[in-house]
C-alpha cells in the first residue's frame, strides 16, 4: 500500500488498536482478533518482546491488514521495523530523526505530542497525523476541542483515555481517529482467548464513529 492508501485506510476506520501486551503469542492474537473484528489496523509497540518478529509474521499472514510499528524512539529501529514490513511508524513524543525517516522513505508517520507548540513543531516537520498523548490526563477530548479551535487543519488522533464513554465525544470533538489499546483488548479477553469479547467492543467503537461522524456532518450541513 502507498502511504496515501495508509493514510486513508487510517481515517477511514478510525480507530487504531494499540498492541501493548506481555508476549508475542498474545500480540499475535490480539492483530488476529481485531482483524477479524472489523477492524484492519493494529499498532504493534517496541515494548512487545520480539516485537520485530510480530510485525513480519503477521504482514504475511494478513497481507490486507496495515500494521505498523509503535514507540519507535530511533532511526534504527525505525528501518528494521520498515525491513520488518511495518506500513506506519509511531512514537510517544516528537522524535523529528524518525519523522525524517519516515519521510524519506515515504512511510505513514505520526508523533505524539500536547502542547499546541508540540503540535505544530510536528505538523510543519510533514508529519500525516499527530497523536495527542496522553489525553485523558489532560482534558480529554474538551482538549482535543480546544486545540482544533486555532489548528482545524491539523489531523489529530487521541489516545491514552479513549474508551465506551468517551470514543463517541472524542470523534465529535474533532479526532481523525482513536488510539485505543485495553479498553478494545482488555486482558480478561488476552488471556482467557475471549475473541468474542473483542468483537464485540470492536463493533461498538467502530459503531460509535460512524455516529459522531454523522452526527458531524449533519451539524456541518445545518440539519
Not at 510480530?54 to 520498515?82: F, H, S
Not at 508517520?109 to 497525523?129: H, Y
Not at 490526563?137 to 489531523?155: A, D, F, M, N, S
Request: hydrophobic residues 45%; proline residues 6%; aromatic residues 6%.
Amino acid at each position: 500500500m502507498t502511504r496515501a492508501e495508509v493514510r486513508a485506510r487510517i481515517e477511514e476506520i478510525g480507530i487504531l488498536p494499540a498492541i501493548r501486551v506481555p508476549d508475542a503469542e498474545h500480540a499475535r492474537f490480539a492483530v488476529e482478533a481485531v482483524d477479524r473484528a472489523g477492524i484492519p489496523l493494529a499498532e504493534i509497540t517496541m515494548t512487545v518482546p520480539t516485537a520485530l518478529d510480530v510485525i513480519r509474521q503477521m504482514t504475511k499472514r494478513l497481507p490486507g491488514m496495515v500494521i505498523g510499528a509503535g514507540t519507535v524512539l530511533d532511526v534504527e529501529t525505525a528501518r528494521r521495523c520498515l525491513d520488518a514490513g511495518a506500513r506506519f511508524l509511531t512514537s510517544p513524543g516528537f522524535v523529528p530523526e524518525v519523522v525524517e525517516f519516515a519521510l524519506q522513505n515515504d512511510v505513514v508517520v505520526f508523533p505524539g505530542a500536547l502542547t499546541p507548540s508540540e503540535v505544530i513543531a510536528a505538523w510543519k516537520a510533514g508529519v500525516d497525523f499527530v497523536k495527542i498523548f496522553p489525553c485523558a490526563q489532560v482534558g480529554g477530548y474538551h482538549y482535543i476541542r480546544t486545540l482544533k479551535v486555532p489548528l482545524p487543519h491539523i489531523p489529530l488522533i487521541a489516545s491514552g483515555g479513549v474508551n465506551q464513554q468517551t470514543a463517541f465525544d472524542f470523534i465529535l470533538a474533532g479526532s481523525s481517529a482513536l488510539g485505543i489499546g485495553s479498553e478494545l483488548i482488555p486482558q480478561e479477553a488476552l488471556y482467557k482467548r475471549k475473541e468474542t469479547q473483542i468483537h464485540e467492543l470492536a463493533r461498538r467503537f467502530l459503531h460509535m464513529v460512524k455516529d459522531a461522524r454523522a452526527q458531524q456532518e449533519n451539524t456541518e450541513n445545518g440539519s
